[in-house]
Every structure is written in structure tokens, then in C-alpha cells.
């Protein structure tokens, strides 16, 4: 793969010029900067290569659901309490990287105003057939006015853009003044996180909570405090909450895309006889993580810390 070139490496976070290699993915690099614990890939890979992991040829959006109305509208009913604890009314939303519209869809039903863009357009082509106001292309492309929403989230998406700050000032562009930003990222803190960063490096095994080159950042709390403050929110609130499966873990190794592609291929997901020469090495990888994730489960509960960070932030001006 071709990868861009590596000069200019500052932290996104915090502008630190010090982040030496600490892991691997995929044969990408990982760095942590000793300033704020930001972890990224880099260098990155370039635009076309990242076109390329996240075609409809590697298998996503494969098992999509196409009627939205039979999906599940819990992770909107998660986000409609959330905001409203916090006093934020039904306004306009604007999710970014809403990917086949699933999650506006049920907001909608709730009362919300809503938009989403998404840079793949087969999956915005699911959320437009669905009565859905959503477009291809990224915020800073895609020329929203000013000042024009009151809620914008970004669920699973922070660790996937090539500036994270740059993404986060066009949002802080478009929010209206007391409008709230809200974030959903995995937590580069959690138990999982540190203890399989621990196994990566005293073995030099892929560190299993990295998913890079797809995600090209991976933050903790401390990191993704230290971004909105230097974008320019205020009174930002960080939690961290959740667990992830163990199977997923086990798939997210590395070792096995090319068998997930295989599976999601036909659009189900469903474990066929393509699986049996891979079960030798599924045990091994399973053997080896195991004790690795019941140990992060205690450890998260213990702390009171979980898998998953969501942030909030205000927009007071």
C-alpha cells in the first residue's frame, strides 16, 4: 500500500512533536504521544487506500438492513435520553458519518429535525430510499450553513477522519450557539486497551483493540478533553461506559479479515463450511486473549471504567 508522507507529525490533540512507534496493525504503525496519550496511525494511508478498505468490496455495508422500520431503535433511545437529561431539546440533528441512516431514522420518529452525511454513497443511497435528508461527502465538503443545527453527533466515527480537529472545528461551525456536540469512541484507556497493549508489546502480537488502518486514532478521556478545548468547546463532559464482545475481539486481530469478508459477502453474516480451516487458528487466538479480556472485565469494573468513551460539549458562543 501506498502510505502519504510523514512530515509534519504533531499530535491532532495537543500539537506534541514527540510520539514514538508503540504498536502495530495490520502492518501500520501506531504512535502515542507522550503529551496527552493520543494514539495514531502514521504515517497514514493514503486516500485511495482508505477508499479501498471501505468498499462495498471488503464487505461493508454487505449486511446492511434496507428498511430502516425494521431495525432497532435502542442506540436512538440511548441518545434521546442523553440529551435529555441535559435539557437539549428536539432540534435539528445532524449525525456525521450516518452511515445507512439508522440511527436518524428512529430520532426522526422521536420528534427530532434530521440530516446526516456519510462518505460512502452506498450507504446514504439506503438512507435517502428511507425518506431520509442525508448526503455523500464529508462536513467540510458538503457546505452546511453556519450556525444552523443545534445537537451533531458522531457515533464510532472521531477515530476514523484523517484531522479529527479539523472535523471538530467544522462542526463547532455549524452548531448554533448552546448547542452540544455529542461523541461515541473506544476508550484507548480501558482495561482491554492497556492489558492487550501490555501483550503487543512484550510479544509483538497486533494490538487487538487497535482496528487500524481503519481507525486511524484511538483516544482516551485525557485526549479527547484536551481536543474540544482546543477546538473551542466548553463545559465538556467525558464518561466511559460498556464492554466489548469477545468475538469481536478475536475478529478484530487481523488475522481473520479476509475470512469476515468471505462471510459478509453474501449480505447474512452467517457461519458457513468456509470457517473449518480457520478453527485451529481461532482457538489459538481465543486461547491467547481470553485471559487477557476476563481480566479486562474485572479490571473495568473494579476502576468503574468501560470499553466505549462518550463525550458531550457545549458551544457557549
Given at each position: 500500500?501506498?502510505?502519504?508522507?510523514?512530515?509534519n507529525m504533531l499530535?491532532?490533540?495537543?500539537?506534541?512533536?514527540?510520539?514514538?512507534?508503540?504498536?502495530?496493525?495490520?502492518?501500520?504503525?501506531?504512535?502515542k504521544c507522550?503529551?496527552?496519550?493520543?494514539?495514531?496511525?502514521?504515517?497514514?494511508?493514503?486516500?485511495?487506500?482508505?477508499?479501498?478498505?471501505?468498499?462495498?468490496?471488503?464487505g461493508?455495508?454487505?449486511?446492511?438492513?434496507?428498511?430502516?422500520?425494521?431495525?432497532?431503535?435502542?442506540?436512538?433511545?440511548n441518545?434521546h435520553?442523553?440529551?435529555?437529561?441535559?435539557?437539549?431539546?428536539?432540534?435539528?440533528?445532524?449525525?456525521?458519518?450516518?452511515?445507512?441512516?439508522?440511527?436518524?431514522?428512529?430520532?426522526?420518529?422521536?420528534?427530532?429535525?434530521?440530516?446526516?452525511?456519510?462518505?460512502?454513497?452506498?450507504?446514504?443511497?439506503?438512507?435517502i430510499d428511507?425518506?431520509?435528508?442525508a448526503?455523500?461527502?464529508?462536513?467540510?465538503s458538503?457546505?452546511?450553513?453556519?450556525?444552523?443545527?443545534?445537537?451533531?453527533?458522531?457515533?464510532?466515527?472521531?477515530?476514523?477522519?484523517?484531522?479529527?480537529?479539523?472535523?471538530?472545528?467544522?462542526?463547532?461551525?455549524?452548531?448554533?450557539?448552546?448547542?452540544?456536540?455529542?461523541?461515541?469512541?473506544p476508550?484507548?484507556?480501558?482495561?482491554?486497551?492497556?492489558?492487550t497493549?501490555?501483550l503487543?508489546?512484550?510479544?509483538?502480537?497486533?494490538?487487538?483493540?487497535?482496528?487500524?488502518?481503519?481507525?486511524l486514532?484511538?483516544?482516551?478521556?485525557?485526549?479527547?478533553?484536551?481536543?474540544?478545548g482546543?477546538?473551542?468547546?466548553?463545559?465538556?463532559e467525558v464518561?466511559?461506559s460498556?464492554?466489548?464482545?469477545?468475538r469481536?475481539?478475536?475478529?478484530?486481530?487481523g488475522y481473520?479479515?479476509?475470512?469476515?469478508?468471505e462471510?459478509?459477502?453474501?449480505?447474512?453474516?452467517k457461519?458457513r463450511?468456509?470457517?473449518?480451516?480457520?478453527?485451529?487458528?481461532?482457538?489459538?487466538?481465543?486461547?491467547?486473549?481470553?485471559?487477557f479480556?476476563l481480566?479486562s472485565?474485572?479490571?473495568n469494573?473494579?476502576?468503574?471504567?468501560?470499553?466505549?468513551?462518550?463525550?458531550?460539549?457545549?458551544?457557549?458562543?
Amino acid at each position: 500500500m501506498t502510505k502519504e508522507n510523514t512530515d509534519n507529525m504533531l499530535c491532532e490533540c495537543c500539537g506534541n512533536a514527540t510520539a514514538p512507534e508503540t504498536a502495530s496493525k495490520r502492518g501500520y504503525a501506531l504512535r502515542k504521544c507522550l503529551s496527552c496519550g493520543l494514539f495514531f496511525v502514521w504515517p497514514q494511508p493514503s486516500r485511495e487506500d482508505l477508499g479501498f478498505l471501505y468498499s462495498r468490496s471488503q464487505g461493508y455495508f454487505c449486511t446492511a438492513a434496507t428498511d430502516l422500520a425494521k431495525t432497532s431503535g435502542k442506540s436512538a433511545l440511548n441518545l434521546h435520553k442523553l440529551l435529555a437529561e441535559r435539557r437539549l431539546g428536539k432540534g435539528m440533528l445532524l449525525d456525521i458519518g450516518c452511515s445507512t441512516g439508522e440511527l436518524i431514522f428512529h430520532m426522526k420518529r422521536l420528534g427530532y429535525t434530521v440530516a446526516g452525511c456519510d462518505v460512502s454513497a452506498e450507504a446514504v443511497r439506503i438512507a435517502i430510499d428511507n425518506g431520509l435528508d442525508a448526503k455523500v461527502g464529508d462536513i467540510a465538503s458538503l457546505q452546511y450553513q453556519a450556525k444552523s443545527f443545534d445537537i451533531i453527533n458522531m457515533g464510532d466515527v472521531l477515530e476514523h477522519v484523517s484531522s479529527p480537529y479539523d472535523t471538530l472545528r467544522t462542526a463547532f461551525f455549524l452548531l448554533k450557539p448552546g448547542g452540544a456536540i455529542v461523541i461515541a469512541t473506544p476508550n484507548s484507556n480501558s482495561g482491554f486497551a492497556l492489558s492487550t497493549l501490555f501483550l503487543s508489546r512484550i510479544t509483538g502480537f497486533p494490538w487487538a483493540h487497535s482496528e487500524a488502518p481503519y481507525h486511524l486514532f484511538e483516544f482516551a478521556p485525557k485526549s479527547i478533553l484536551e481536543l474540544l478545548g482546543k477546538v473551542g468547546f466548553s463545559a465538556s463532559e467525558v464518561m466511559t461506559s460498556g464492554n466489548v464482545s469477545f468475538r469481536y475481539t478475536v475478529g478484530a486481530t487481523g488475522y481473520f479479515d479476509d475470512l469476515k469478508r468471505e462471510l459478509k459477502s453474501t449480505g447474512q453474516y452467517k457461519i458457513r463450511t468456509s470457517v473449518i480451516p480457520h478453527i485451529a487458528k481461532l482457538f489459538a487466538i481465543a486461547g491467547l486473549l481470553l485471559p487477557f479480556y476476563l481480566f479486562s472485565r474485572i479490571a473495568n469494573q473494579m476502576k468503574n471504567r468501560g470499553e466505549v468513551i462518550t463525550a458531550i460539549a457545549r458551544k457557549t458562543y
